[in-house]
């Protein structure tokens, strides 16, 4: 079947622009996940959605950061103003229902965001 | 604080040669594990798990057992192939929490 997408896979912007990230996870996964991956940072998770339960945004790297999860589906992730310290790969993830932390996350192939 | 770390590459080794990448972890609690693989210009795939102490997690040739006793869960294989060629990362997942903590990544280069 068909697997968690994203668009764009390449995002240019310039610094201070806003940009915004799609995400659709596997159909039927309840939990939605976004993480960065960047030469600095390594793997860093952002957010993530359950259900209608209200997001864990423990994440976010600062207020410029937002998601929101429509119809608990297609998620979006918008970034204010971007700098160039944003530059990184977004990854989405969806899982079918965090049992117990044995759930698997399956990932995106990602959108790669470059802040000039 | 939670952590994961894993041994630093790059790993250069030919074909038919063994792999261990060596991970231990910091987390309170019993977590599940993982090794997550990140092929040239593809996304993370799930390679193999192990969700409580002395299971073995295996996949494609590769096998990590959880060790509770030591915090590890090293991946290894008897024989890689060019296909090998990856970045590794190991990662855990806390029973309480949705997110998964990963180490830094290890890139291997297999050579024929």
């Known amino acids: 079947g068909a697997g968690v997408s994203q668009s764009p896979s390449n995002k240019v912007t310039e610094k201070g622009k806003d940009v915004e990230l799609r995400c659709d996870p596997i159909s039927g996964h309840t939990a939605l996940y976004w993480y960065r991956q960047s030469l600095g940072q390594g793997l860093e998770f952002l957010i993530y959605?359950?259900?209608?339960?209200?997001?864990?945004k423990s994440g976010l790297p600062s207020d410029r950061f937002s998601a929101e999860r429509t119809g608990g589906s297609v998620s979006t992730l918008t970034i204010q103003r971007t700098q160039q310290e944003d530059s990184a790969v977004y990854l989405c993830a969806s899982s079918l229902a965090p049992t117990g932390g044995t759930d698997t996350q399956y990932f995106g192939p990602g959108t790669r965001l470059t802040v000039l | 604080g939670d952590s994961v770390t894993q041994m630093e590459g790059p790993v250069t080794l030919s074909e038919e040669a063994c792999l261990t990448i060596n991970c231990t972890y910091t987390a309170t609690g019993y977590p599940s594990l993982f090794w997550y693989v990140q092929y040239p210009g593809e996304g993370l795939q799930l390679l193999l798990k192990?969700?409580?102490?002395?299971d073995k997690g295996s996949n494609k040739g590769f096998e990590a057992t959880y060790r509770k006793e030591t915090t590890s869960f090293h991946l290894e294989k008897g024989s890689v192939q060019v296909s090998d060629s990856a970045v590794y990362f190991c990662?855990?997942?806390?029973?309480?929490?949705?997110?998964?903590?990963f180490g830094g990544g290890t890139r291997v280069l297999v050579k024929p």
């Open positions: 990662a855990f997942l806390k029973a309480a929490g949705n997110k998964l903590t």
């Open positions: 192990a969700t409580k102490a002395d």
């Open positions: 959605f359950q259900g209608n339960s209200a997001p864990d």
